[in-house]
């Protein structure tokens, strides 16, 4: 019964560990080690002491285990020989009523045919009763040795040689193997400080690096080994974020313009009417005050959409039919914008078997705000009206808006998609562009896993080329 109640505790105890003590998933799993705190000069050492450490150890051990073994089968064939010449002089030995005398290296056991011991004289046994050196009777009695009889010869191999060398070797090897390993430790100590005094340096000056002065950068040792590689991908690093802050400060300047331009132009008609307002136009105003309030709308909503592209959101995964969308784009502007069939000749492009064949995945309305954008910007320039040519090739949707406009320059072509960018026939902000509308489409193709080409155009003037994966 009280077993059993002791049972019952020591389950309640585990349970209550269990259940009330159990400590995170996340604690457990990220439980600090030893060597966590530990700097990585620190590391090194305690890693190259205790390999040269556990190598003599290992040395040592297999020395030891050597030098026992010879002197073991040394021990092993003197007490052969021994035995060996012992059974030798007992049959030479006459009928005598004293003992033989005998020389072993170690304790010898002589028996004769019925088994009993028989004692034979040691060189000690031999001096007279009395003298120094005498040995002690032994306690059992014993027969004497005779002549003509069968014996068996024992000799036990003396392990006093082995004992001393192995002593020997120990305690002279010992202080060696830990003087060895001292050595080791100090020279790793003074190695690695001195291959980790340019991470020092290129700590000390990462760290005074703000985004004030991102033209710093990081000393670069002369050795190339991994620490020359790890300064030049900072100094790269820091290259890229210069570039990227130089940018976004040459965006937020041009964004302050683009916006500038319609403010000012809405107050200088406002102050226009409150100096005038008797012989102020009222309609005429207001219609000039909302074309620069849709003008400073349509680039606020620019900027939005571009801040929420520069932040990498996923765009929804809905099937998007891109014939479907062009369609929708001509019946808006009909009169400038038109259906094209894909030809095999001219526009390299193989005709869609179907509306379901040009189905990407995507979000709609950014697909229609990039088919949007293409159109408008072929609108500005076109002489005639814009095509638009939807087709399949391979796993890719291609989409095609040509105009037949002066076309667009090859030293301009990536430079277009680049924000408030305007080309010198286009630089005239009363036709209503703002500069991003080619940046956000190219940033909206990119989003969706596609690219966004200027080519060359049948027409005579510019193809924007559209590349999409195709849904599965």
């Not at 430790?185 to 003074?190: E, I, K, M, P, Y």
């Not at 400060?249 to 008609?269: C, G, K, N, Y």
């Not at 990407?360 to 320039?381: E, P």
């Not at 291609?398 to 277009?416: C, N, Q, T, Y």
């Amino acid at each position: 019964m009280g077993q059993h109640t002791a049972g019952a505790e020591r389950v309640a105890d585990a349970e209550h560990t269990a259940h009330g003590q159990r400590e995170p998933e996340g604690t457990r799993a990220h439980r600090p080690r030893l060597t966590s705190g530990l700097s990585v000069r620190a590391k090194a050492v305690l890693a190259a002491a205790g390999t040269v450490a556990f190598a003599i150890a290992l040395c040592m051990l297999a020395l030891v285990l050597a030098l026992q073994h010879n002197l073991r089968a040394s021990a092993d064939l003197d007490a052969r020989n021994a035995a060996v010449a012992i059974k030798g002089q007992l049959g030479k030995t006459r009928a005598m009523p004293q003992r033989a005398l005998v020389v072993a290296p170690g304790a010898v056991t002589i028996k004769d045919a019925a088994g009993r011991t028989v004692t034979p004289v040691t060189p000690t046994d031999a001096a007279p009763h009395g003298s120094a050196g005498l040995s002690t009777p032994p306690a059992e009695p014993t027969e004497p040795v005779e002549a003509g009889q069968p014996y068996s010869v024992t000799v036990s191999p003396s392990t006093t040689s082995l004992d001393s060398a192995t002593g020997l070797l120990l305690r002279q090897a010992a202080p060696a193997a830990a003087g060895l390993v001292l050595f080791v430790a100090g020279l790793t100590w003074l190695l690695v400080g001195r291959a980790l005094r340019p991470v020092a340096a290129m700590r000390q000056e990462f760290t005074e690096i703000t985004e004030r002065d991102l033209h710093r950068r990081v000393p670069v040792p002369r050795a190339r080994d991994e620490i020359h590689r790890l300064a030049r991908t900072m100094n790269a690093t820091l290259d890229r974020l210069h570039r990227a802050m130089t940018r976004q400060r040459q965006f937020v300047a041009d964004a302050s313009h683009e916006l500038r331009s319609p403010i000012t132009a809405v107050r200088a008609q406002l102050e226009l009417v409150l100096a005038r307002p008797s012989r102020t136009d009222w309609p005429a105003a207001v219609h000039k005050a909302l074309r620069d309030t849709d003008r400073l709308q349509a680039v606020a909503s620019d900027l939005l959409l571009l801040a929420r592209l520069d932040a990498q959101e996923a765009p929804p995964k809905a099937a998007v039919d891109l014939g479907a969308l062009a369609a929708e784009e001509v019946r808006r502007h009909p009169d400038a914008v038109t259906m094209n069939q894909p030809t095999t000749a001219g526009d390299q492009l193989t005709k869609a078997g179907g509306q379901e064949a040009a189905v990407v995945t995507g979000s709609r309305v950014q697909l229609s705000r990039l088919l949007t954008n293409l159109a408008d910007n072929a609108r500005r320039h076109t002489r005639t009206t814009v095509s638009i040519t939807v087709a399949v090739r391979g796993g890719m949707v291609e989409l095609a808006v040509d105009d037949d406009g002066p076309g667009i320059p090859e030293s301009d072509r990536e430079r277009v998609f680049e924000r408030f960018t305007r080309l010198d026939d286009a630089r005239a902000r009363q036709d209503g562009g703002t500069g991003l509308g080619l940046a956000i489409a190219n940033d909206i193709a990119h989003a969706h896993g596609g690219t966004l080409t200027v080519l060359t155009s049948p027409r005579g003037g510019a193809r924007l080329l559209l590349r999409l994966p195709r849904a599965a």
